[in-house]
C-alpha cells in the first residue's frame, strides 16, 4: 500500500479502483529532527502534476484497457501479450501477499484509536496514563511549558507505548510476544474483507458505495473544522508556497513520482482485475481520465485537512510549520493528526470520525489488493476454483492473517516498516516498468492501439502513444536507478535497522520479482523447438481475441 493507498500520508490508504466497480526506548533521548525534508511540501506540486500527466495516468489508462480488452486476471493475460512475461504476473501476487501482511495491520491500528476514542476525554490528552514516562509533556492550553529534545507529546506515547507498545522490544532482533488486543482488532478486519469479498466484486461493489464515499464527507468536515483552527492559515502558506531550489533536488522528483505512481496504483494488479469485469464497450479512456482527477484532486485537497492542523500544532508550540511537519507515514496519522485533535472542541466526534475514515479507505484498498489475486488466480486455474471462490478466499484470508502475526508483536512496527520498504517498493516500479515495456515493446504498441480502437471505436492519440513507448518507462526507470543510486538509512523511532535485516529486506524484495526470470527460463526450456523457433512462440500471443470472462457468480459480461 504498499508507498501502497494518498489521502491524508500513507500510500495505499486511497487507492482507488476504476470506476463503476464495485523498539522505542523509554530512557531519554535527543530528538533528531530531520532538516533534510523541510521545506519540500511546496515544492512538490509542480514535480507531482510533471509526473502525474506523463507517467501515472497513461500508466493507469494503459492497465484499465488491456483488463478490459483481454478480459482476465493478471497472470493469464500475458498468454495475449507476451507470454514470456507471465511471470510478472506471478510476482504481482507475491507483491499483494506481502502488502496484506502489513497493511491491514495499520489498519488494525485505526481500529484500536477508534475503539479507544469512544470515551468523553480522549486517552492521548493527558500524561495521567499507566503507559506515560516522565518525559511525557502536554503543552496544549499551558503556559511556560518547555518543551526539549526529551520530551514525548501523550499522543506519541499513547501511540508507541501503549498500542504497539515498542518499548518491550529490543528490535527486530527481538521482536517480542503478540499482542492480544492487535490480533483481535486484525481478525475483526479479516473478517469484514472475507464476507465483502467471499461472493465476488457483486458483493464486493455493493460495500465499497460506503468505503469509497464515506471518507469524501469526513474529509470536508475535517477541512472545514482545521480552516477554523488558529494558526491553520500558516500551514495553507508553508503548503502552497513553493521553494523553487528544492526543485533542483533529485529526491523531491523521486518522491513526486513515487507519490502518484503508488497513489494511482498501475502495477499492483487491481486495476487489471476490476476493469476485467467491465462491458467491453466501456469508455475506458473516460474512465481513466476521471479517476485520475478525481484522485489527484483529493489528495490536493488532503494537503489542507492536513496542513491547516499543522499550522495550529506549530501555533502551539510556537514552532516553525517545517518543525511539526516533519513527521511521515504512520506518524502523521497516529501521532501528529491525533494529538490535534485531541485539543479541538468536540474532540471525541473528530477523533471518531478521523478513524472511521482511515479504516474505511483502508479497507477498500485491501478489497482492491485481495480481489487481484483472486481473480488472477482464479482466471489462471478456473477448472479448479470456478466453483470454490468461497473456500479459495477464506484460504487466502486465512494465509494472510497468519502472515500477519509478526507485524502484531511488541517489535511489529519494525516489521511493518521492513515490508513497506522492501515488499513493494522498487519491485513494483521494476515490474511496472516490465509492464510497459512488454505492451509497447514486445506486444506492440500499433497492437496495443488497435484493440482501444476495437473497443472505444478510435485509436489513442499521439501523446498517449509516445508515453507509452518512450516517457512512462523512462519515468519509472528513473525511480529506479535514483532508489539504487541513493540508497536511503532504514530508522523507526530511535531504532536503526542492522545491516542483517537490510539485506533480509532485499531478499524479501527479490523473492518477488525473481519470478520473472524463473518463469522465462521454464518457458523457454519446455517449449519444443530451436531457439529461434522457441523464441518465436514465446514471443507470440497464444491468442488475439479476448476471452469471455465471467465473474464468480457466473455471469458472463456484455460483449
Partial sequence: MPHQEQVLAHGHLCNPGPPKNPGYNSNPVPVIIQTESREEWGAFLIPYVLMAVFGGVPLFYMELALGQFHRTGAISIWKHICPIFKGIGFAICIIALYVSFYYNTIIAWALFYLYSSFSSTLPWTSCDNEWNTENCTNYFGKD???????????????????????????????????????????????????????????????????????????????????????????????????????????????????????????????????????????????????????????????????????????????????????????????????????????????????????????????????????????????????????????????????????????????????????????????????????????????????????MLGYTPGLFWRVCWVAISPAFLAYIIISSLLNPQTLSLFDYEFPDWSITVGYIIGASSFIWIPVYMVYKLVWTPGSLKQRLAVCLRPERTLPDIHTDSMGLSPIL
Avoid at 518499548?167 to 472475507?194: A, K, M, N, P
Fill in 144 to 454: 511556560n511549558v518547555t518543551w526539549t529534545n526529551y520530551s514525548r507529546s501523550p499522543a506519541e506515547e499513547f501511540y508507541t507505548r501503549n498500542v504497539l507498545v515498542v518499548h518491550e522490544s529490543s528490535g527486530l532482533e527481538d521482536v517480542g510476544y503478540i499482542r492480544w488486543q492487535l490480533t483481535l482488532c486484525l481478525f475483526l478486519i479479516f473478517t469484514i474483507v472475507y464476507f465483502s469479498l467471499w461472493k465476488g466484486v457483486k458483493t464486493s461493489g455493493k460495500v465499497v458505495w460506503v468505503t469509497a464515499t464515506l471518507p469524501y464527507a469526513v474529509l470536508l468536515i475535517l477541512m472545514i473544522r482545521g480552516a477554523t483552527l488558529p494558526g491553520a492559515w500558516k500551514g495553507v502558506v508553508f503548503y502552497l508556497n513553493p521553494k523553487w531550489e528544492k526543485l533542483k533536488e533529485t529526491s523531491v522528483w523521486v518522491d513526486a513520482a513515487a507519490q502518484i505512481f503508488f497513489s494511482l496504483g498501475p502495477g499492483f494488479g487491481v486495476l487489471l482485475a476490476l476493469s476485467s469485469y467491465n462491458p467491453f464497450n466501456n469508455n475506458c479512456y473516460r474512465d481513466a481520465i476521471v479517476t485520475s482527477l478525481v484522485n489527484c484532486l483529493t489528495s490536493f485537497v488532503s494537503g489542507f485537512v492536513i496542513f491547516t492542523v499543522l499550522g495550529y500544532m506549530a501555533e502551539q508550540r510556537n514552532v516553525n510549520v517545517e518543525d511539526v511537519a516533519r513527521d511521515k507515514g504512520p506518524s502523521l496519522l497516529f501521532i501528529t493528526y491525533p494529538e490535534a485533535i485531541a485539543n479541538m472542541v468536540g474532540s471525541t466526534f473528530f477523533a471518531i470520525i478521523f478513524f472511521v475514515m482511515m479504516i474505511t479507505l483502508g479497507l477498500d484498498s485491501t478489497f482492491g489488493g485481495l480481489e487481484a489475486i483472486i481473480t488472477a488466480v482464479m482466471d489462471e486455474y478456473p477448472d479448479t476454483l470456478s466453483h470454490r471462490r468461497e473456500l479459495f478466499v477464506f484460504g487466502l484470508v486465512v494465509v494472510c492473517f497468519l502472515g500477519s502475526l509478526g507485524t502484531l508483536t511488541t517489535g511489529g512496527a519494525y516489521v511493518v516498516k521492513l515490508l513497506e520498504e522492501f515488499g513493494v517498493g522498487s519491485s513494483i516500479i521494476a515490474i511496472v516498468f516490465l509492464e510497459a515495456t512488454a505492451v509497447s515493446w514486445f506486444y506492440g504498441i500499433n497492437r496495443f492501439s488497435n484493440d482501444i480502437k476495437s
